[in-house]
């Protein structure tokens, strides 16, 4: 069972592992070259000073890792040691250039993260149900390899073992390209009317949220992945220049927006797993308190898991529409369930 570690970086994720650890009762060091971050952190998991700590890990940039990894190896050299940086292949590199032997070390990359860093930005929760990801060397001690997947589990993520230059070609088209993609659709709007922008709606906000991302954070990521990143980019390019060619053209518009549609439907429905298909269960609902816990009661006594919902009510509206995404199965139990105890139940659509 762990009981200790060093976390070097009290950054967003390195706080965010002590919370989720600390409160399963593994003292937790926190370390920062800043020394305003590194309170900050120390108060919020409690922390405490840890001596031969079993776990290392480096919770900062890339290019802060060479500044650090000979003087940590040398303070703790029977500690296991692990990364969570963006990018793998880069990480590997510079720890064969130190002394702290690549059988000791685990490199890793949690696929959790929010648009504000630091500290006070932490959550215990970050990384539940969430994909973690190990790319392991051929060096690497299995023991090692236990202990990080150990962290992962008690964290509450999901552990994926990977390939690094795998990795590095997996987040380029997952991680870094929605971030490109982000930055340059809000790009445009500095140039757009300002009362034109009061009519914004849901579509443009949810498409540029994460532009409001870490800048140098960014360019750290988007500069040590350049090569995979550029390989992608150019084929986006590649692609909307056909659709710029072809605006003259409404099959070639309908084709561009079917390639959009026919993509999104690969991603699964709850992080890291299986894409899988969903039906969607529609139920017009009373708008007056207790409709949608109720609702659930219900799923529960007949042991229906929900996947997903969507609420759609206007305001002054005496009722609302909330769907539910199941498995088939249970959208067919739930429908008749729900339909023989007098809820108003619209029929089955199937999506994915």
Same mark, same amino acid.
């Given at each position: 069972?762990?009981?200790?570690?060093r976390?070097v970086?009290?950054?967003?994720i390195?706080?965010?592992? =002590?919370?989720?650890?600390?409160a #399963?009762? !593994? $003292?937790?060091?926190?370390?920062?070259?800043?020394?305003? @971050?590194?309170? /900050? &952190?120390?108060?919020?998991?409690s922390?405490?000073?840890?001596?031969d700590?079993?776990?290392?890990?480096?919770?900062?940039?890339?290019?802060?890792?060479?500044?650090?990894?000979d003087?940590?190896?040398e303070?703790?050299p029977?500690?296991?040691?692990?990364d969570v940086?963006?990018?793998k292949?880069?990480?590997?590199?510079?720890v064969e250039?130190?002394?702290?032997?690549?059988?000791?070390?685990?490199?890793?990359?949690?696929?959790?993260?929010?648009?504000?860093?630091?500290?006070?930005?932490?959550r215990?929760?970050?990384?539940?149900?969430?994909?973690?990801?190990i790319?392991?060397?051929?060096?690497?001690?299995?023991?090692?390899?236990?202990?990080?997947s150990?962290?992962?589990?008690?964290?509450?993520?999901?552990?994926?073992?990977? =390939?690094?230059?795998?990795?590095? #070609?997996? !987040? $380029?088209?997952?991680?870094?390209?929605?971030?490109?993609? @982000?930055?340059? /659709? &809000?790009?445009?709007?500095l140039?757009?009317?300002?009362?034109w922008?009061?009519?914004s709606?849901?579509?443009?906000?949810?498409?540029?949220?994460?532009?409001?991302?870490?800048a140098?954070l960014?360019?750290?990521i988007?500069?040590?992945n350049?090569?995979?990143?550029?390989?992608?980019?150019?084929?986006?390019?590649?692609?909307?220049?056909?659709?710029?060619d072809?605006?003259?053209?409404?099959?070639?518009?309908?084709?561009?927006?079917?390639?959009?549609?026919?993509?999104r439907?690969?991603?699964?429905?709850?992080?890291?797993?299986?894409?899988?298909?969903?039906?969607?269960?529609?139920?017009?609902?009373?708008?007056?308190?207790?409709?949608?816990?109720?609702?659930?009661n219900?799923?529960?006594?007949i042991?229906?898991n929900?996947?997903?919902?969507?609420?759609?009510?206007?305001?002054?509206?005496?009722?609302?529409?909330?769907?539910?995404?199941?498995?088939?199965?249970? &959208?067919?139990?739930?429908?008749?369930?729900?339909?023989?105890?007098?809820?108003?139940v619209?029929?089955?659509l199937?999506?994915?």
């Amino acid at each position: 069972m762990l009981k200790s570690v060093r976390v070097v970086g009290s950054g967003l994720i390195g706080t965010s592992i =002590a919370l989720a650890l600390g409160a #399963r009762g !593994v $003292a937790c060091q926190m370390i920062d070259s800043n020394p305003v @971050a590194q309170e /900050l &952190a120390h108060d919020l998991v409690s922390g405490s000073q840890v001596f031969d700590p079993e776990l290392v890990i480096f919770a900062l940039p890339t290019s802060q890792l060479s500044l650090v990894i000979d003087d940590e190896f040398e303070l703790n050299p029977n500690s296991i040691f692990m990364d969570v940086g963006s990018v793998k292949t880069e990480v590997i590199r510079e720890v064969e250039k130190s002394t702290l032997p690549l059988s000791r070390f685990v490199p890793t990359h949690p696929m959790a993260g929010r648009e504000i860093g630091g500290p006070h930005s932490a959550r215990g929760d970050l990384f539940a149900a969430r994909t973690w990801v190990i790319t392991p060397t051929s060096e690497c001690d299995p023991m090692a390899i236990a202990l990080v997947s150990e962290l992962i589990e008690a964290v509450g993520a999901e552990l994926m073992i990977l =390939a690094a230059d795998d990795h590095d #070609r997996a !987040v $380029a088209t997952v991680s870094h390209l929605p971030q490109i993609t @982000a930055s340059l /659709l &809000a790009q445009s709007l500095l140039t757009t009317p300002e009362d034109w922008l009061e009519l914004s709606g849901a579509g443009l906000r949810d498409t540029v949220r994460i532009a409001s991302s870490d800048a140098a954070l960014w360019s750290e990521i988007i500069y040590s992945n350049r090569e995979e990143i550029s390989l992608r980019a150019k084929q986006m390019h590649s692609e909307l220049g056909q659709l710029i060619d072809g605006l003259e053209d409404k099959e070639e518009i309908t084709r561009f927006i079917e390639r959009g549609r026919d993509g999104r439907s690969r991603i699964p429905g709850k992080h890291g797993g299986r894409a899988r298909e969903y039906s969607n269960l529609p139920i017009v609902i009373d708008d007056k308190p207790g409709q949608l816990g109720a609702i659930f009661n219900e799923c529960a006594k007949i042991s229906v898991n929900v996947e997903d919902l969507s609420i759609e009510h206007s305001p002054g509206q005496l009722s609302a529409l909330i769907t539910l995404a199941l498995s088939e199965s249970d &959208a067919i139990a739930l429908s008749a369930h729900l339909s023989a105890i007098g809820w108003n139940v619209h029929p089955i659509l199937k999506t994915k």
